[in-house]
């Protein structure tokens, strides 16, 4: 009889707690924690009268696995550019044609045929950046652009160095400077890249994502890190400079798309057209500082973004290497120099 | 210090292991580095400029600006309206399964509940906040219902195990001579369990609850999984700042959380030292 009533109650307690998620008015974003200016939501909100809730990934890999299991309730998500590419394989994302869309005209044209998303059918930018490395200039004063700070240090940075705790940042940087192709499957290179990372990391303090707190607490003087948390490290330490190598470095874009499921599809699709006016991208871009692929935002960013090395790149640094995403046997072999690495 | 000091007592030798050599020193050491970090986020909180290494002075500035935010604010009341109905549910069942455990002679079957129960503890969590994922997912679909109802049901089962422990840990105790002298005095099942049983056992079952509303309260891989829109907890919440740099609001949070949970632990101590 307990059983019963047990039964009973939380049947109840399910059915009381349950939401209709086909309500009007209604829009689930599901973006990384932290990077959604709050007052663009308002806007949004006031705009068109729709009620948004805002919740937080850590990365990637943590969408992509709620997402495939379906019905997770999100409307929008904001995949990186190799996991747009992999969700549309997949069939994870609604086609709504962005590219037909009334804002469309303000996307900057270098960032309509990319890769992941020609012609922009699924996707819009939403903000972009490249992954280099930032050293403080006072302990290193020789020439920055070049990778082999990492991985042939010179003496004065040996054990001051943080790498990003990411197997695709370090093994692509590893792959720049020995000249090999990305998404690399021959053995005999992949051996000679094991080989250099394993002898670089002597050189090496740590390996964590937290790079602002390492480059403010003097942690490290030099860090693997994304073009935006060098600029704010650097208002916290203001001789870090923001290295260009020669070599090469990685691009990266996030990029707002909806789900194929997503229970408020109309919704969604206003919220794609509203990213691309350029005041609102401004707004993105103020709050999360990075830069965003909107034409004619510049005039509503801050003063210090549109001065900054590292928003604007510099002439003749290389232009950055956006990288695809690998066949799952390139993935298996990352995975073992990975493994391998880390212990 | 005292619970502790209790629970060496009742076990034999205890004169001897406290005797040992070194053992205030360790026990000094142990305790050093289980509240050392948690000392250090607590100092932290009070820490002036944005970093969470450097101090600079003293200053309440992140406690105002915690209980500003929204998004502290709403993840916080999510984590405890999940951590209480849970624990409700989850003791009322751990309850249930250790008098079923304890005092029902042998049945078929008997271990191999006892395995179910635990089973939570026993698989990675990772691997039941992916199953949890899948099986939510189905069933959804199937009946199209939606809410937090389904991020309670998967905190309630994975919090039974610890209420269980607890509340079965007090029953082997308990001697069964008590009942029996109720049965003999005509007491039905039910009156017995009623006015006998259950008294007695409500240290093990505060216990048990406690244990399990902690445990709901800092999950974080099942939670990170299984939450739908708007039902971001705490943890969740914390975790996602983690890749676009951390402030010390998330100190001050957690020390009004260490806070809150000390005041609980420390009224439940003294609420049982009356009942004895």
Redo the contacts between chains.
Sequence with gaps: M??KL?HT??IS?????????HAEGKL?I?N????TN?EMVKKFEEQHGIEV???????NE?ML??VK??????DIVVPGDYMIAIMIKEGLLAEINASEMENFKNVNPDWVDVYWDPGRKYSVPYQWGTTSFTVDSDVYGGDVNTLALIFDTPEELKGRINMLNDMNDVINAGLRYLDYPRCNSDPEQMKELLALLVKAKDDWRTMD??V??KL??K?VDLSQSWNG?AM?ARA?RPTLTYAYPKEGFTGWMDNVAVLSDAPNMDNAKLFVNFMMDPENAAMTSNF?RYANGVIGSEEFMDAEMLEAPEIVMPAGAPVPDFVQPCDQDVVDLYNQVWTRLKQ | MAKLSSLFSRSTGSRELRKQPLFTGMSWLVLFMLYAPITVLIVFSFNDNRSVVRWTEFSLRWYSAALENDDIRDAALISIQVAFTATFFATIIATMAALATTRSGQYWGKSASIALINQPLMIPEIVTAIATLSFFSILRHITGVTGIGWLILAHTVFCVPFAYMPIRARLTDMSVTYEAAAADLYASPLQTFRYVTLPLLMPGVVAGAMLAFVVSLDDVIITLLVAGPGETTLPIYILGQIRRGVTPEVNAVSTILIGVTVIMVTLTFFLQRKRK
């Design positions: 307990k059983q047990l109650i939380a307690a399910l059915a009381l707690s349950a939401v209709a998620a689930n599901y990384w924690g932290n990077y709050p809730t805002l919740d937080g990934y850590d990365s943590t696995a709620k299991e379906g019905n997770t309730g999100y994502y937290s602002i707190e403010t607490s942690d948390a704010r916290d999360a």
